[in-house]
């Protein structure tokens, strides 16, 4: 029932013109790939480029962040409203790179995951704890500050059409992916209290993504845990090639 999503994080690579070649390669070799949705997001100055080049396609285009205000004197910043004309439609919050180099904390991935539910888009609220915080068995404790935080105020209905991603820090370009039962457990966990905090029929539709060294050859793995609807894909969707092999792994 819920469709599988396979998240490409570019972070800080592609030029637009870089992006463009990308996505056009991305589009032949996608082709007959069923089942499974597709997004990639480029840095800010790609999204336009993404978007028009996936136009027509089924491959979707997010931005990676945003500030929550619609405008202001706010040197550096792009709004939700900005990335959403560029061609966003998806939006990542909340990644551990920008909570730890860039001082995030739950209170403002609340705001930009209000910001980006108003202006239409989709937030993907990234989640995850540190090698320390899972050394001191704090794991759940973390998840749950997190959500509970960091989607504050949003509605059954909003959570539903909202993606959340499980990324542990100690995972994210390490090569050291969580094992699939680590994933399985976390997962599981963030799914029971959804269903506690936003009721069963919310949290059953909302879908939770994996990320954290993603490979096509971890992908079935991961994907097979009951609770684990896809991935965001960072190091490895940088390649048309190895991101194919990592959606059809998911379509299995
Ligand atoms: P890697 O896939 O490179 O470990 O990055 C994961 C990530 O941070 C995706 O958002």
New binding site residues.
């Given amino acids: 029932m819920r469709t599988p999503l396979i998240a490409g ?1 570019f ?1 800080m690579f592609k030029t637009a013109a870089e992006t463009t070649a990308y996505v056009v390669e991305l589009r032949g070799l996608l082709a007959d790939a069923r089942g499974v949705d597709v997004l990639i997001a480029p840095p800010f100055t790609s999204l336009a480029a993404a978007a028009a080049a996936a136009s027509g396609s089924a491959i979707g285009v997010g931005a990676q962040n945003i500030h929550w205000e619609r405008e202001g004197a706010f040197t550096g910043e792009v709004s939700a409203g900005m990335v959403r004309e560029a061609g966003a439609r998806f939006v ?1 919050v909340g ?3 920008r909570r730890t180099l860039f001082g995030e904390t739950n209170a403002t991935v609340n705001k930009k995951m209000n910001a980006v539910v108003a202006a239409g888009m989709t937030p993907i609220v ?1 989640i995850g704890e540190t090698l320390e915080q899972r050394d001191r068995n704090e794991t759940l404790a973390v998840l749950d500050r997190q959500i509970k935080e960091g989607l504050d105020g949003a509605t059954g209905e909003q959570l539903a059409a909202m993606v959340l ?1 499980y ?1 542990p820090v100690w ?4 090569g050291r992916n969580a094992t699939p039962a680590q994933a399985g457990e976390a997962h599981f966990h963030i799914r029971q209290r959804l269903k506690q905090w936003f009721g069963l029929d919310s949290a059953g539709r909302c879908r939770i993504l994996y ?4 490979k096509p050859d971890n992908i079935a793995r991961l994907i097979a845990q009951p609770d684990v609807d896809g991935a ?6 940088l390649d048309p090639k190895s991101f194919l092999a990592i959606v059809k792994g998911a379509a299995i």
Wanted: with cysteine; proline share 0%; charged share 15%.
């Fill in positions: 994080n972070k990542i990644h551990s790179e990234c991603a990324e995972a994210i370009g390490t990320g954290g060294s993603v965001l894909v960072g190091g490895a969707s």
